[in-house]
């Protein structure tokens, strides 16, 4: 069965470093996905992308947040300068789209700042 | 309560029996969708309902949504010590257009006892 795949599995990093986290959707969806849980609490969207472009970001994703589609297989979340309360995981998904379709989820990067 | 709420937190039942969980919401939806995730890893989609469905079947799964009372189910069949997880309701408010995040619940984390 297709997966979504997402390296590193768990990254640590001190405050104010940029990390990548990156992320392989499965081939034929067109629509991609970040969302990130802290430990303890609620799985929250942070921004969707289609047609290379962001198509709807939540308020967590600020300006130290990006995306990028940089080839036709991998798909990007950079964080410019790391704080202590990004410290989360960090799950990729991607979807065929449209109504009525389920998400894939990759098994999530594992992010600690410290 | 929030978007996409889930009770009970926990349920503890034992292997074999029947485990129910339920969700309930606040906007308008255009499904709705289960996730599970085992301890520290992704997150599994399990079965979505649209909004037009009022039940849905998949294997031991049984979905309910009741959109007048904006509140799903989620029952398990004769568990199994595999089974236990937690499990998330998402709700998904496509408005058309683009590719909208889902809204998680907390989860009801469930153990089984073998």
């Known amino acids: 069965e297709p997966e979504v795949t997402q390296t590193p599995s768990h990254q640590v990093t001190q405050m104010g470093q940029e990390v990548i986290l990156r992320c392989v959707p499965i081939?034929?969806?067109?629509?991609f996905y970040w969302y990130r849980q802290i430990l303890g609490q609620k799985v929250e969207f942070l921004v969707s992308?289609?047609?290379?472009?962001?198509?709807?970001k939540s308020e967590i994703f600020d300006d130290q947040f990006s995306v990028e589609r940089p080839d036709g297989s991998n798909f990007t979340l950079k964080i410019r300068s790391t704080k202590l309360e990004d410290s989360a995981m960090y799950f990729c998904?991607?979807?065929?789209?449209?109504?009525?379709?389920?998400?894939?989820f990759g098994s999530g990067t594992r992010l600690t700042v410290v | 309560s929030q978007q996409g709420e889930e009770d009970p937190q926990a349920l503890s039942i034992q292997e074999g029996e029947n485990a129910t969980m339920n969700c309930s919401y606040k906007?308008?939806?255009?499904?709705l969708q289960w996730y599970r995730q085992n301890s520290g890893r992704g997150l599994v989609h399990l079965i979505l309902?649209?909004?037009?469905?009022r039940e849905k079947h998949s294997g031991r799964l049984r979905v309910t949504l009741d959109t007048s009372k904006k509140s799903s189910s989620l029952l398990i069949t004769a568990s199994r010590a595999a089974d236990t997880a937690s499990y998330f309701c998402?709700?998904?408010?496509?408005?058309?257009?683009?590719?909208?995040?889902?809204?998680f619940g907390k989860g009801t984390h469930l153990i089984i006892q073998p």
């Open positions: 998904a991607s979807s065929e789209g449209g109504r009525g379709r389920g998400y894939t």
């Open positions: 081939s034929n969806h067109l629509y």
């Open positions: 992308f289609y047609n290379n472009e962001i198509s709807e």
């Open positions: 906007t308008s939806i255009n499904n």
């Open positions: 309902i649209r909004s037009n469905e």
């Open positions: 998402a709700t998904d408010a496509y408005s058309g257009g683009g590719a909208d995040g889902l809204t």
